[in-house]
């Protein structure tokens, strides 16, 4: 165990809604990212959260968005919801920016399927 | 060019042998390497992480780094079957991200 979680577990939307994904990094860990990872694919960096500024962005379109809190637990958001936003979302937080130390700890995962 | 790139695999070895996995990456300026596991239906769980040039051992499993030709290697001794997994490499890039790897799977075989 990481301490690292994530809710929910498993989501179904449908193409065009709107989905927020959560989770609550280690203790100690002010460094936020996330990750969307296809089936038999390595994880692709979405963005990454310094003490709740955006610090990092992968190639994600503007509709993939988040939020790091005081509390360095972070949200990522997803706007109009495509069948190609069916994958696992992971969240990852580490010691992070300032500290030298980017080993990074994964939660369990949210898996999102849009039909 | 993609920024880090892994063998696919699938690897297959013998249990007992020696599991050898290699990574490349683009970033020059890139400081940071991670070797990651991760099981069938499960997050990736980290196993090592290198710094600087030449080896680090971890019990049956030795990161090998040279920066110099921007690769990076993760050899598992003494293969169990229980190690059968894909095996990620990510590298932190001189951006601040981390950018892994598409995965190389191991199977080992009893």
Known sequence: ETGVTQSPTHLIKTRGQQVTLRCSSQSGHNTVSWYQQALGQGPQFIFQYYREEENGRGNFPPRFSGLQFPNYSSELNVNALELDDSALYLCASSPGSGTGIYEQYFGPGTRLTVT | ?110
């Open chain 2, 1 to 110: 060019q993609k920024e880090v790139e892994q063998n696919s695999g699938p690897l297959s070895v013998p249990e007992g042998a020696i599991a050898s996995l290699n990574c490349t990456y683009s970033d020059r300026g890139s400081q940071s390497f991670f070797w990651y596991r991760q099981y069938s239906g499960k997050s990736p769980e980290l196993i090592m992480s290198i710094y600087s040039n030449g080896d680090k051992e971890d019990g049956r499993f030795t990161a090998q780094l040279n920066k110099a030709s921007q690769y990076v290697s993760l050899l598992i001794r003494d293969s169990q079957p229980s190690d059968s997994a894909t095996y990620l490499c990510a590298v932190k890039s001189s951006y601040d991200k981390v950018i892994f790897g598409p995965g190389t799977s191991l199977s080992v075989i009893p």
